[in-house]
Structures are given as structure tokens and as C-alpha cells.
């Protein structure tokens, strides 16, 4: 899947800001040691705890960068802030309101979730500059919004949907631990991220706890060139 995604990615990527900015900052935006650049892909998210879920897409894109501090070791970080994270088919969660629940308890439901993702990474590179690459490491995702969106059906069978808003029911933080596999080339590389959430994402009143997973599958343009390494003597 992550493979038929990540040549549409790079397909549509800023490519015309990747010139200008690399031609005016390429100097600073790459050394020898890092790297910066831009980061984007889509979200393959679902929410685990319901009693039954689908699985939802949404795009990423944001800043990615990556230092090499050691021959095979390199840290690596992002900040997304279009990471959003959900699922549908859920079942509808009761609000206490009864004319509101009367209108859903027959019908289905999807949890928006708006994120900005920092994941920061700790990659193993078995080569140099290019390649193979593996990492692990914390993800930070910060909840910027939260929707539940409700489908329901009149007496009549005409279908609708209610909207409730449940950001300020939620925890603000959702840490969890991502695991990345990345193929680097010269100017960018193609990476699948998977990242199980560790905190409790339930709603007050909500009998489970709920917690994020999601698979990013993305592609990461470099803004700078590197400077090319000189070989060393013998």
C-alpha cells in the first residue's frame, strides 16, 4: 500500500519550492552532518478500543530534518502539522442528551482528530549518505481538534449528520512510540512510519480506554544539497 502511495506523493510535491529555497539556503539548510527538508505523505490511522472501527486516511505534510552525529547513527525529528488521526464505523458514543441520542443510537460514527505530530527518531544507517535506514523513538502528537461525526436516519429513511465537538474532553498530548523504516536517495528518500499511541484518548464517560495507531506513509524531499564527501587516504 505504502508503496503504490509514495509515487503519487512525490508527484505532487512542492517541487518549485524545493529549487527556490535550496538555490537561496542550500548552504544552510545542509552540511556534511544535516539535513532539512519537507515531509509529506498520508496517515493510514484507526482508533483501537471501540468494539468496531475503519480505518481512516488523512494527509501529512509538514518540516522533517536529520543529524548525523556518528558514522551509522543519525537523529532525526519532524514537526506535521497536518497529521490528523481517526477512524469510522464506530459506534455512536451516548452524550447524555437525549434527543441527541435518539437521532444516533441507530447509526454510525467517525472521530476526526486534528494533530500536530513531532516524532523524533533515533535511525541506525548502515551506509553513509544513502540506503537503508532504520529508527525508533517517542512521538509527541499534540491535539489540536476533535470531531465526532454522526450519521443518522429519520422515521422517513433520509439520511443526515450532527456534528459534536469534543476537543475539550480529550487529553491535549497523545505519546506514543513510532518505528520507521526508510529508503534514503541522494535528494529524498521514501519512509513508512507505524506509531502506537500510549495515552488514554477516551472521552469522559466512555466505558474503554481508546488509543491511537496509525501508518504514515511518506516521501522527504531535502532542501539542501550536501556537500560531497571527500575520500579519505588510505
Avoid: C
Avoid at 15 to 39: P, R, Y
Avoid at 119 to 124: A, I, K, M, Q, S
Avoid at 156 to 183: M, N, Q
Avoid at 194 to 203: E, N
Wanted: charged share 20%.
Amino acid at each position: 500500500m505504502v508503496a503504490a502511495v509514495v509515487p503519487m506523493l512525490l508527484a505532487s510535491a512542492p517541487a518549485h519550492a524545493q529549487v527556490l529555497i535550496g538555490a537561496l539556503l542550500g548552504d544552510k539548510l545542509a552540511s556534511k552532518t544535516f539535513n532539512m527538508g519537507f515531509e509529506i505523505g498520508i496517515n493510514f490511522s484507526d482508533l483501537d478500543g471501540f468494539e468496531a472501527s475503519e480505518r481512516v486516511n488523512h494527509t501529512v505534510f509538514g518540516l522533517f530534518a536529520d543529524w548525523r552525529f556518528s558514522q551509522n547513527f543519525h537523529l532525526g525529528g519532524a514537526v506535521l502539522p497536518f497529521a490528523g488521526r481517526g477512524a469510522k464505523g464506530l459506534p455512536p458514543v451516548p452524550t447524555g442528551d437525549p434527543e441527541f441520542d435518539a437521532q444516533t443510537a441507530d447509526g454510525s460514527m467517525e472521530r476526526s482528530l486534528g494533530y500536530v505530530e513531532v516524532p523524533v527518531l533515533l535511525r541506525w544507517a548502515p551506509r553513509r549518505d544513502e540506503g537503508f535506514r532504520v529508527g525508533a523513538g517517542p512521538s509527541f502528537g499534540i491535539v489540536t481538534g476533535a470531531t465526532d461525526h454522526y450519521e443518522a436516519t429519520t422515521s422517513a429513511g433520509t439520511t443526515y449528520k450532527l456534528e459534536r465537538d469534543i476537543a475539550d474532553g480529550l487529553p491535549g498530548l497523545d505519546v506514543g512510540v513510532s518505528l520507521d523504516v526508510e529508503w534514503r536517495f541522494r535528494m529524498l528518500s521514501i519512509a513508512a512510519r507505524y506509531t502506537q499511541g500510549l495515552t488514554d484518548m477516551r472521552h469522559p464517560g466512555a466505558p474503554d480506554a481508546i488509543h491511537s495507531r496509525v501508518l504514515t506513509g511518506t516521501g522527504r524531499i531535502y532542501l539542501g544539497k550536501k556537500p560531497a564527501q571527500v575520500p579519505t587516504e588510505p
